[in-house]
């Protein structure tokens, strides 16, 4: 399953250079659905990749320029910065990591228990959720999205 | 990795229970992305689900009323159909199923080999892709789209 991490990153990076051929106001503007537009919806799949790992470790990593992110640009190299840390953390895993369980605490304090390999789930089909949304704003833009299929690409 | 097929289906499931509440229109009218309506989007997943079971298997399955779809109580029961063939193939896996070999034939007559796991990570990733355009398609008619959270969910 980790190897889906690796489709995901492919598509994603395929979005960021769908979006350089992009005017700009397109990757801004506001829009129905998902994060409401590309540059959020990027960055909201950012953010969980970050939340949900940062759930897994003791050391939480934290990008210091996050409130300053607008420019494609500039998520681009959130990216790299989350996936990075993904990378280092998967690679690193024991072989029984799966049904570790995680404690996670909500804002209220209360704490929800889930298996390392659920977090892992969620992780995986949360961005490519989202990014089925974007395929569906690109459409309305009279562009042709990228793909998502799994069966055409090569990531392992 | 399987058992994100039974997400999926939990997912589907409540996607056709939140059709059911929706005027029939908005489920069949064309509408931009994804494949072009609800009906047609939730009928594609189907058809990809069994095309590419039929790919592992010898004695291909067929859904005798496929071309009479139209009505969301018939493609439920295409659903029923599809999901009980796969249910039955992959309980039946033997353990060292991942790296077989599968011969997939294209329409031009040529032959692509495929892992079975790719089979499977790209029949499960494709179903999520689509649930994600039907999110976008929900907002735009004021309504909430089912979650597509895995987190949230229990379904092992």
């Known amino acids: 399953m ?27 503007i ?11 919806t990027l960055t909201h799949i950012l953010d969980c990749e970050l939340l949900w790992l940062n759930s897994l470790v003791d050391e939480k990593v934290v990008f210091e320029r996050r409130q300053l992110l607008t420019q494609l640009n500039e998520i681009k190299e959130y990216s790299t910065f989350v996936q990075s840390f993904t990378e280092q953390f998967i690679e690193q895993l024991p072989s029984d990591y799966e049904n570790n369980i995680i404690e996670v605490q909500r804002r209220d304090g209360s704490i929800l228990e889930f298996t390392q390999k659920k977090i892992f789930a969620h992780m995986i089909t949360h961005e490519i959720h989202h990014i089925g949304q ?21 990531f392992e």
């Open 134 to 154: 974007l395929s569906v704003w690109a459409r309305e833009i009279q562009r042709k999205p990228i793909s998502s299929d799994l069966i055409i690409r090569i």
């Open 30 to 40: 506001e829009r129905v659905g998902g994060m409401k537009s590309i540059r959020e």
């Open 2 to 28: 980790l190897s889906l991490f690796k489709y995901n990153w492919q598509v994603r990076e395929d979005w960021f250079t769908w979006c350089e051929s992009l005017p700009e106001e397109e990757f801004h």
